[in-house]
């Protein structure tokens, strides 16, 4: 078993099990309630951790995760023709079809 990602927010953490989990990748959390309140960040040693329990999964655990991590970060963007704010999937500008 490898630790394969560890971050504050466990709901971060449960997302990167469910992209796992759909591609077939078997791994379990660890002190997945361990961390404090909403706005307050558990010691580090508490963080919430996502473990591969099969130690060949872990590289294909770390690209996807890399992938999925990407599309988290990803933010809305702002057109820079009109203004408006388009979500992070969105190629063209919802209201002026502007080029991203
Ligand atoms: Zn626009």
């Known amino acids: 078993m490898k630790l394969v990602y560890t971050h504050p927010n466990s709901i ?12 077939g990748i078997k791994c379990i959390m660890r002190n997945e309630y ?15 951790e996502l473990w591969v329990t099969n130690d060949r999964d872990f ?3 770390t690209l996807l995760l890399e992938k999925s991590h990407a599309a988290i ?12 704010v ?12 502007g080029e991203r």
């Open 12 to 23: 971060v953490v449960a997302q990167a099990r469910s992209s796992m989990e759909l591609a």
């Open 86 to 97: 388009s979500p992070a999937t969105f190629d063209f500008c919802w209201h002026c079809a």
């Open 34 to 48: 361990a961390s404090g309140a909403i706005g307050e960040l558990a010691p580090i040693d508490a963080w919430p």
């Open 73 to 84: 970060q990803e933010a809305d963007w702002k057109c820079e023709q009109c203004g408006s």
């Open 59 to 61: 590289e294909r655990a």
